[in-house]
């Protein structure tokens, strides 16, 4: 990267899985990282032709005793010297066992510079009610909490952490402040927050802890894109990883533990409430001109071998899917130079206690 760039030089790790066509897990998370001036060694955890979205796909899983031997290869020739863990999908309870390892030894070989190693967890269970991996990924998950830096997880794993069901602000904070408080997590961003499912916004909810475990909470909103897309939880946090990088040297807060501002910072002027404002004026302009360009490229499919039979149900689906593929080569502007005045954070907190306000409806 630029020598005047506002993102320090930073060597990531990342563990998560790898498509051969499309853009989720390391094949996401790794070309924006890199994009972005990151250097970036990949671990991947599956090696699939495409994701799951197209509901057919063949490929292998990775081992948790592969995951170890690559990372012994990786110390045994001394390349461990990473500033972030990213750590995304594993296809098992010892998989996810095996990435704890990792960050722990990782964590363990920064002791002696604070603020030198940052683990961000991208703890991918599942989504919209339902565990797309087996039960027994979960307690695993949640002995890993307190090891982790950051966690990402969207509104249903945070339900699964936290042991609390979301339905409201009330919930939402109970849970936040659950996770902060009994696993001790620096930080925590729920990354799809919604309690309305007609609602034209949802939010991204975050939080930096306090010395006395109490939360600091913060929420941008952003508007529904009526679409599905397939990678962009793995888009967030690699975007997250570089602009929470960015934000934490402005603030000079690098050789911090974990991170963590001062007490008297306030919740909509956290370093990671500036970086969540950027990832999100990045994505927000990328999937909506992936939007916008679906309909010419599924017009463009028009005629080919899919035609050549009726096209049944299965067959359209395929296309959509192919279609909604995330436009990243296309839009790199929009990752190094996010635009979006109306992304901004705000504090969902008063002395007095919480001040809810649209989309949330609260209970407290």
């Known amino acids: 990267m630029p020598s005047d760039s ?3 030089e930073t060597r990531v790790l990342a563990i998560a899985s790898h498509v051969v066509y499309g853009y989720v897990g390391n094949t996401m998370a790794a070309f924006v990282m890199q994009v972005l001036g990151c250097e970036v060694a990949a671990l991947n955890t599956v090696q699939f032709s495409n994701h799951t979205a197209y509901k057919q796909c063949t490929g292998t899983k990775t081992s948790a005793d592969e995951i170890r031997v690559i990372y012994d290869g990786l110390k045994q020739s001394s390349l461990t010297a990473f500033d972030v863990l990213l750590s995304g999908y594993a296809p098992s309870a010892e998989a996810v066992e095996a990435i704890g390892a990792i960050g722990r030894d990782l964590h363990f070989r920064s002791t002696m510079k604070p603020g ?15 565990l797309y991996v087996a039960e027994d990924v979960v307690p695993v998950y949640k002995r890993l909490l307190r090891e982790a830096d950051l966690i990402l997880p ?12 979301i339905t409201s602000l009330g919930a939402l904070k109970e849970a936040v402040g659950k996770l902060h408080r009994e696993h001790r997590v620096p930080h925590i961003v729920v990354t799809s927050v919604s309690f309305d499912a007609s609602s ?50 402005a603030a000079g807060l690098s050789d911090v533990v974990s991170w963590v501002s001062p007490d008297d910072v306030g919740a909509a002027d956290l370093p990671l409430a500036k970086a969540v404002e950027k990832v ?5 302009a990328v999937l909506r001109k992936t939007k916008t360009a679906m309909g010419e490229t599924l017009k463009g499919m028009e005629g080919g071998a899919l035609d050549m039979e009726e096209v049944s149900e299965k067959r359209m689906h395929l296309r959509r899917t192919k279609a909604s593929e995330v436009r990243l080569v296309r839009n790199l502007d929009d990752l190094r130079h996010p635009v979006g005045g109306e992304f901004r954070a705000r ?4 002395e007095a206690g919480w001040t809810p306000t649209k989309p949330f409806n609260s209970d407290s």
């Open 154 to 165: 969207n509104q249903f794993e945070a339900e699964v952490l936290a042991g609390v069901q």
């Open 200 to 249: 034209p916004t949802l939010s991204v909810v975050g939080s930096t802890r306090r010395a006395d475990g109490s939360p600091r909470f913060f929420a941008v909103d952003v508007p529904r894109i009526d679409c599905f897309f397939s990678g962009t939880g793995d888009m967030f946090a690699a975007l997250t990883v570089v602009r929470l990088r960015e934000a934490v040297a």
């Open 116 to 130: 030198s190693f940052f683990w961000v967890l991208d703890p991918v269970m599942g989504d919209q009610g339902r």
């Open 347 to 350: 504090a969902l907190e008063t």
């Open 280 to 284: 999100l004026a990045s994505m927000h």
């Open 6 to 8: 506002p993102v320090p």
